[in-house]
């Protein structure tokens, strides 16, 4: 058992490679003279692919299981590496190369976050969840790490690195089979059935919650540096090693709490804890003191980096026999991280500071369905 949950956590690793997607955009720019608008191509096709593929190969996992669809995402993710390997001739194979990697990765979360539970003792899905979150973070960092310290003549020398080592992850996949748990089902999902459980009202609201989440997440790294540079003339990039963003780092550290805090306390209990110290997170940041806006990051980060396997988790756990059609529908929620921070961004023309009003109205409306998770007694299986 334990190197089959290796193995799965070694796929949460390989999503986070998805991330290098915003390192590469400078270096596209640079590589191939291109303009800020034809660069922005790359983490648009990376999000596009969780808005058309995870529904699909959320049925397909029903249907086919998700040790085949686990294996068909990580071959795609393999493809996507090896083309720059063999030729980068031109920014368009760049953006085919981003393409198959971000609809990899699409398949992989599909098939990978409900597959820990699978793989999981009673009780302990949220807790090893986010904590496949963390290794999956970690990866996230990976790839900035290595272009600063190791890869330093030729950024093009990542890409057979992480096609290394997505082989590998492919290899333990393949050779360690994966016990599904089976459930008694009166029909196989289908793309109108996925959708057909979005007229359950908390169903809707948990995956309109990951919607807000990733595009508040989005938002908020993507707004924060500009933030501080207006207000306090400061570089986030000073306040972290190797330019990681400082939120981003808040949030791999919190994930990492969370898997430890779970153990003492039931997911629906900390899925309203970590709500509250999000709200309070972002309020700080209208409070206009240096050492208050740069605390309040590092809140939101810590806060923000349970959210998704909070709502991951307890939403299967009470619909266990639906988990592949929710999981579909769940990841393609991720679809927000491209649509909520384009809104940022108009009203940040006008005002970083407002800007940040729609990542707060975010976070309380994902309070509210916290206070209603809380309510519902949604543990499940949990401790």
Do not use: C
């Not at 050779?175 to 196989?188: A, L, Q, W």
């Not at 619909?319 to 991280?337: D, Q, R, T, Y």
Request: charged letters at 15%.
């Amino acid at each position: 058992m334990r190197i089959r949950v290796f193995s799965v956590f070694f796929v949460f690793f390989i999503m986070g490679f998805g991330d290098i997607v915003g390192t590469l955009v400078a270096f596209a720019r640079e590589e191939f003279e291109i303009s800020k608008t034809i660069a922005g191509l790359l983490p648009f096709v990376g999000f596009m692919a969780y808005g058309i593929f995870s529904v699909p190969f959320g049925v397909l996992s029903d249907r086919k299981g998700k040790r085949f669809v686990l294996l068909l995402g990580l071959i795609v993710v393999l493809i996507g590496f090896m083309i720059p390997v063999i030729s980068l001739s031109s920014f368009y194979l760049l953006v085919l190369s981003i393409f198959l990697v971000g609809s990899g990765i699409t398949v992989l979360q599909v098939a990978g976050n409900p597959v820990m539970r699978e793989v999981s003792s009673e009780g302990n899905f949220s807790r090893n969840l986010t904590f496949a979150q963390f290794i999956k973070a970690i990866g996230s960092l990976a790839g900035p790490f290595l272009i600063g310290l190791v890869i330093l003549k030729n950024w093009k020398d990542l890409f057979p690195l992480y096609a290394f080592l997505t082989a590998i992850t492919l290899f333990l996949i393949f050779f360690f089979r994966i016990k599904e748990k089976s459930g008694e089902k009166e029909e196989r999902a289908s793309i109108r059935s996925s959708f057909a459980l979005l007229r359950d009202p908390y169903i809707f609201m948990m995956v309109f919650g990951i919607f807000l989440y990733v595009g508040a997440e989005v938002g908020i790294n993507s707004w924060i540096a500009t933030y501080l540079h207006d207000l306090f003339n400061l570089d986030i990039k000073s306040l972290a090693t190797l330019s990681i963003g400082f939120f981003f780092f808040a949030l791999m550290i919190g994930r990492l709490l969370g898997s430890i805090i779970l153990n003492w306390i039931s997911p629906s209990k900390f899925f309203l804890l970590t709500s509250i110290f999000s709200v309070l997170g972002i309020l700080g940041l209208f409070i206009k003191i240096k050492f208050v806006v740069i605390g309040s990051i590092f809140l939101t980060g810590l806060a923000f980096g349970n959210i998704f396997p909070l709502i991951f988790s307890i939403l299967v756990d009470k619909f266990p026999e639906k988990n592949n059609e929710l999981s579909g529908l769940l990841v393609m929620a991720i679809v927000g991280g491209a649509i909520i921070p384009f809104f940022m961004g108009m009203i940040a023309d006008r005002s970083v500071t407002l800007t940040f009003l729609i990542p707060l109205a975010s976070v309380i409306f994902i309070t509210f369905v916290s206070i209603l998770t809380l309510k519902r007694g949604q543990d499940g299986l949990q401790k």
